[in-house]
């Protein structure tokens, strides 16, 4: 090696201790920052993670309430269903003439109740 050069082992050695620490210090102080801001990151994830969760029974809850409510839908659908075809028969009219009307068919005998 000639006078001006020589290779980058010895730059340290050079240097005065000072630096080093000057270095170092923010060598310390980078890292804290970096792991701070790693942590910060994660608590927020974690409440977010939280919060997701509570919301996610939430709507279970009202995803289990709405089937509830179809099933509910689907079975009165069912009786209005089957009161449409009942209403379109002979049966029901005679039974609404019966009731409302106190109509009777001919030689048929009424029983009083007591």
Known sequence: ?????YYMGDT?????KRHRRRRMQRHKRSVLAVSAVVLLLFAVVSANSISL????KEYLGQEQDLEQQIKEEKARAQEIEELREYVGTDQYVEDVAREKLGLVHENEIILKEK
Do not use: A, I
Not at 12 to 16: D, F, G, I, S, V
């Open 1 to 5: 090696m000639n006078k001006g050069e």
């Open 12 to 16: 340290e050695k050079r240097r005065p």
């Open 53 to 56: 969760r509570s919301k996610e």
